[in-house]
């Protein structure tokens, strides 16, 4: 059977979830040029697709392909070498140990990156926002698939390393790889790596190409001593820091934390879509920042507890959805989470902040990522227009058909997919 780009076909399953909100029993998926035509009960739809080729997925439910707003391909093969830390900073130095910036070669980047991609699709994820250091390899080794990726170029800016900043934009923003695949997004790194005007330098660039941005925000508490100071764990004190020698006396010194820095240089108002990676550590007011602007926030719940985030309290992603905030859940790296299921953090979530309705939690990983990307009414979702991006995952007959056993079901389960289409391809 061909299943490729430009025919047609129809996928039916015992099952298909649309959206957080609807299951279709005994359902049917019509998929033509990569597009998704039609969505509805089988018998309907074969009768109005009539000789179109029907594959018949028994015992299974048809998923929209999940989506990872936040992840660091490169890093996939740090699985499992790097034990929990006792604080971020001691972590960057094994990651640095491990995986040397300057002795890492293309292939073993590419390498990473292929097998990141390859397990995301195992565990039914279709689209990856994917920060990467070494853009150019990375980008190359996924411009033809297997998975849709938005690219964000990781951009470093501080001190005496800010005269760099323009062959650094210019590297993140470079579009050649750009496909069906592949897009491009910019990602300034973090408070404690990109000085304030080179913040806003690169939010105007994103703006004026148009280009998704993503940054690691709050991430960890000592940003707002590092900001107002440059002191501290994350400044005079850390081994990196001092090791680099980047601080100067030029860096601009900001009082009110990492979220009002942010919205002080352009970020939170920024005219393209922008994601948040961690937001560990909002006050009450950055809160109220964040929801009277478009960010979204992507909260990483193992990676939160692999580096001891919750010893200093729960994270606040339903206060923050409560306020009106679109909140995703993603994985970040394998360097800091034992593997790229984005159900397995959904079922974590479901664990340690009970309790959760499993209609929000799915949100979380289709459409709320879908949107905070820029991807809405593309992909998130099964509804006419969308990319035919599809999963097929295991569905026991014991599983009454509606939407909240069925999600009950896949978040505690956290099963592989048996078979994944994206872009109406086979990708698995
Ligand atoms: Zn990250």
């Not at 980047?109 to 397990?119: D, F, H, L, P, W």
Request: with cysteine; charged share 20%.
């Amino acid at each position: 059977m061909s299943r490729g780009l430009g025919t047609e076909f129809i996928t039916s399953a015992r099952a298909v979830v649309a959206d957080p909100q609807t299951l279709i029993a005994d359902g049917a998926v019509v998929v033509g040029d990569g597009q998704i035509l039609a969505v509805g009960p089988r018998q309907p739809i074969k009768r109005r697709f009539a000789g179109v080729v029907e594959q018949v997925l028994e015992g299974q439910v048809l998923l929209p392909g999940l989506v990872n707003a936040h992840t660091h391909l490169e890093l996939s093969d740090l699985a499992g070498r790097i034990p929990a830390p006792s604080h971020f900073t001691e972590w960057v130095l094994e990651l640095g140990a491990l995986s040397p910036a300057s002795g890492r070669t293309d292939e073993a980047i590419a390498a990473a990156v292929t097998a990141g991609a390859g397990q995301s699709i195992r565990y039914g994820v279709t689209t990856i926002g994917d920060v990467s250091r070494h853009c150019a390899a990375s980008r190359r080794a996924l411009r033809d698939g297997p998975v849709r990726v938005v690219s964000f170029g990781e951009i470093m800016a501080l001190g005496r390393s800010r005269n760099r900043l323009e062959a650094r934009l210019a590297g993140a923003s470079e579009w050649g790889d750009e496909s069906d695949f592949l897009s491009i997004g910019l990602s300034p790194h973090a408070p404690y790596s990109v000085e304030g005007p080179a913040l806003q330098q690169i939010v105007r660039a994103a703006e004026a190409r148009h280009l998704p941005l993503t940054m690691h925000l709050a991430e960890l508490l000592e940003e707002r001593e590092f900001l107002a100071t440059l002191g501290g764990r994350l400044g005079g004190d850390w081994e990196v820091m001092r090791r680099l020698n980047l601080l100067d006396a030029d860096i601009p010194r900001f009082a009110d934390g990492p979220v009002a820095w942010a919205e002080h240089y352009g970020l939170l108002g920024a005219q393209v879509p922008v994601v948040l990676a961690h937001l560990n550590y909002p006050s009450a007011d950055d809160i109220d920042r964040l929801a009277r602007c478009r960010a979204a926030v992507a909260f990483c719940p193992r990676t939160h507890h692999y580096f001891g985030h919750d010893r200093q309290g729960r994270h606040r992603w339903r206060e923050m959805l409560a306020s009106g905030i679109n909140v995703c859940l993603a994985t970040d790296s394998l360097a800091s989470n034992p593997d790229l299921s984005l159900l397995g953090e959904a079922q974590f979530v479901q664990r340690e902040y009970p309790p959760a309705d499993p209609r929000e939690l799915f949100s979380m990983l289709t459409i709320r990522p879908a949107r905070a990307l820029g991807l809405a009414r593309h992909i998130g979702a099964l509804a006419p227009g969308y990319r035919a991006d599809l999963v097929a995952m295991p569905l026991p007959a014991e599983v009454s058909l509606s939407i909240i056993p069925v999600l009950e079901y896949l978040i505690a389960q956290a099963p592989s997919a048996e078979q994944v289409w994206i872009n109406g391809g086979a990708a698995l």
